[in-house]
Nanobody
Framework: QEQLVESGGGLVQAGGSLRLSCTASGSTFSTYTMAWFRQGPGKERAFVAAISWSGSNANYADSVKGRFTISRDNAKNAVYLQMNSLKPEDTAVYYC??????????????????WGKGTLVTVSS
């Protein structure tokens, strides 16, 4: 059973940067695909980025490619989301998620077994 806790959200001006962190409590973190999702005001939760267990593979939603970078540190049971060139439309609650059942690739929400409670990112114009 993994417990995920996100941190690093806050208020930032458009064009600024934030780094989100997610730490896991379980002992099998290094075997999981990890991902970030987000849910903006009035929107459904949507995939942002994912990283394979080794960190060698990553994929991104088109809306964040070139601006966001996902990374992980298995020694620290942590995954990160570096967000640059932030836009007001990036405003959302950001959730960390873990998948221990599938090979790297699927990005549907129901693939991911464990979720954090989220951290709010607000980008002002």
């Amino acid at each position: 059973q993994e417990q995920l806790v996100e941190s690093g959200g806050g208020l930032v001006q458009a064009g600024g940067s934030l780094r989100l962190s997610c730490t896991a409590s379980g002992s099998t973190f290094s075997t999981y695909t990890m991902a970030w999702f987000r849910q903006g005001p009035g929107k459904e939760r949507a995939f942002v980025a994912a990283i394979s267990w080794s960190g060698s593979n990553a994929n991104y939603a088109d809306s964040v490619k070139g601006r966001f970078t996902i990374s992980r540190d298995n020694a620290k049971n942590a995954v990160y989301l570096q967000m640059n060139s932030l836009k007001p439309e990036d405003t959302a609650v950001y959730y960390c998620a873990a998948d221990g059942r599938h090979h790297f690739g699927p990005t549907e929400m129901d693939v991911f077994d464990y979720w954090g409670k989220g951290t709010l990112v607000t980008v002002s114009s």
